[in-house]
Every structure is written in C-alpha cells, then in structure tokens.
C-alpha cells in the first residue's frame, strides 16, 4: 500500500490564483481530512470528510473548497490564493466506523508558498 | 475536545527513558488521550492511545494517571531519531478530529 499521498511536494502562488492540492489514499479509510500547519505551529483542521459525497468544515475552512466523489480522493481547493495561505497541508486519513480509536494516517505533506 | 498542556521542550540521552508530561485536566469519560509525533517535517505519526489504562505497544508506553487528568508518554530507550515534536490530543472515539496544540519538542542527544 502506497498509504496516504499527495501531490504536489511544492507550489509557488501568485496572489489570487487557485488551485488544487490531491490527496489520495489507498486503505479504503472512510474518514479523510485536511490539516495545515503554519511555522512553530501544530495542525489545524481545514475540512472533513467521513465517507464518499459527505463533507463538512473544521477549524479553519475560509478560503478552501472540498468535495469528495471517491473513498479513495479528497482533493482541496484554494479559490483564491493570499499570503495567509502559506503553509504546509497535510491530509489524513483513517476509519471511522466500527473501530474505537482514531489512528489518523498522514501524508508526506505539501508545501504551499503565495507570494 | 479537551484541551491538553504540555511542556514546550525537553532534552533527553540516547539509551534512556523519555518521559513526556501532559495535562488534561478537563477531559471527559468518553475522551481518549492520543499521542502523534512529527519528525522534522514530515507528517504526524500516530504512536498510541488510551482510555483509562495504561498502554504498551512497541513505540512507547502510555501511562494515564487513575483521575484521567493527566498522563506520560514514555519512550523506553530513547534514539537519535525519536527526535521529533510529540503531541498529546485528547478526543472523542468517533470523532475522528484531532485539535493539535504545541506539543513538546524533544531532542534527543548522544
């Protein structure tokens, strides 16, 4: 299993452009999710997902867009690019049914800078 | 989710114990303690949970004080390369939301 991937690694922004950052797991997890994480900071959640064609917010979900056609897919979009944006986002993934603990699956993280 | 406190950084030899503090003084019953750790910048790793008893697996062990309020994440025999910033998050079983806070950044040294 290739696990938790996403691409790309890297990606420079210029001020209001969009763009799609892919995320896909091959685990068969139920429960997927977008965390980004700013300098010195922990992870903060973005949105979620708990199966495919359900979505819902989390922390900080301005800015971003998700959808969730696929078990395997959870791409996250930014509709319009600003400064603020820059961070690394990190998806993750896990199940969510029938099991009593929440072990999330990262992936390798991409690195998102907008000038 | 309660919220957890933690030291912001601690030192530890190579070969020894790691002994890594949290507070969670406003959990609830059905809140578990999780431990992630992030080596450098890669992902977070999940590393173990628990309720209520004390924990072992082949990372680490967790011990969870019997009032749940606080608990110690304990590396055995520390190496080089469990250098990383661990993370105490304490969440519902279901919720499958994990609200990160500092953590502890933990050097381990020669």
């Known amino acids: 299993n290739a696990g938790v991937t996403q691409t790309p690694k890297f990606q420079v922004l210029k001020t209001g452009q969009s763009m799609t950052l892919q995320c896909a797991q091959d685990?068969?997890?139920?429960?997927m999710s977008w965390y980004r994480q700013d300098p010195g900071m922990g992870l903060r959640l973005i949105h979620y997902?708990?199966?495919?064609?359900?979505?819902d917010q989390g922390e900080v979900p301005n800015g971003y867009n998700v959808s969730r056609s696929t078990t395997e897919d959870f791409p996250l979009r930014l509709l319009s690019a600003a400064p603020s944006q820059t961070s690394v986002y990190f998806c993750?993934?896990?199940?969510?049914?029938?099991?009593?603990?929440?072990?999330?699956?990262f992936g390798p993280g991409t690195r998102l800078t907008v000038l | 989710d309660a919220k957890t406190t933690q030291p912001p950084s601690m030192d530890c030899a190579e070969g020894r114990a790691a002994n890594l503090p949290c507070n969670h003084s406003?959990?609830?019953?059905?809140?578990?303690v999780y431990w992630y750790r992030q080596i450098h910048s890669q992902g977070p790793q999940y590393i173990i949970h628990?309720?209520?008893n004390n924990e072992t697996n082949e990372m680490a062990s967790l011990i969870i004080t019997e009032d749940r309020k606080s608990s110690t994440l304990i590396l055995p025999h520390a190496t080089l390369r469990d250098t990383a910033v661990y993370y105490c998050?304490?969440?519902?079983?279901?919720?499958?939301?994990?609200?990160f806070g500092g953590g502890t950044r933990v050097l381990v040294k020669p």
């Open positions: 993750a993934s896990s199940y969510s049914r029938g099991r009593p603990h929440n072990e999330q699956f």
């Open positions: 998050i304490v969440s519902k079983a279901a919720g499958n939301k994990l609200t």
């Open positions: 406003t959990i609830s019953g059905n809140e578990y």
């Open positions: 685990m068969n997890h139920e429960y």
């Open positions: 997902s708990v199966g495919a064609g359900i979505t």
């Open positions: 628990g309720l209520k």
